[in-house]
């Protein structure tokens, strides 16, 4: 196999390991989370979305190379955050009528998420 046509084999390789590290990593930050605050607010999952925005935006402000950056931003960081947690949980929350803590877990996400991203691109800056 010639080096150019090993590329796209090793790219691959690198998105399988490194999705299966960050969803490791998701389970386990949200289960340590979780069994903390062991309340009906999905703060596991919220601590698992910020801290992925401010490692993304860590990332996106550090000089990789494009396929450094598509690997750790779109396989680890990828598979390590869940939009689609977020957004069954505070569907659920709302079906339990408890319409705050659904409007937080809202607001808290997209505020402190952007929050989050900036953070990690000043300290890439930084560095």
Not at 18 to 32: N, P, S, T, Y
Not at 71 to 91: H, I, K, N, Q, R
């Amino acid at each position: 196999m010639t080096a150019s046509a090993a590329a796209p084999v090793l790219l691959w390789v690198g998105v399988l390991l490194l999705g299966g590290v960050g969803a490791v990593l998701r389970f386990m930050v949200d289960r340590a989370v979780a069994r903390r605050a062991a309340r009906s607010f999905p703060f596991g999952t919220l601590t698992v979305n910020l801290s992925g925005a401010a490692l993304l935006g860590l990332i996106s402000g550090l000089a990789l190379s494009p396929h450094a950056a598509l690997l750790a931003g779109t396989a680890l960081v990828g598979s390590y955050t869940t939009f689609s947690t977020w957004m069954l949980e505070t569907e659920r929350l709302g079906e339990e009528r408890q319409i705050w803590p659904a409007a937080a877990n809202l607001v808290a996400s997209v505020g402190l998420g952007v929050a989050a991203a900036w953070l990690g691109q000043w300290l890439a800056g930084q560095l």
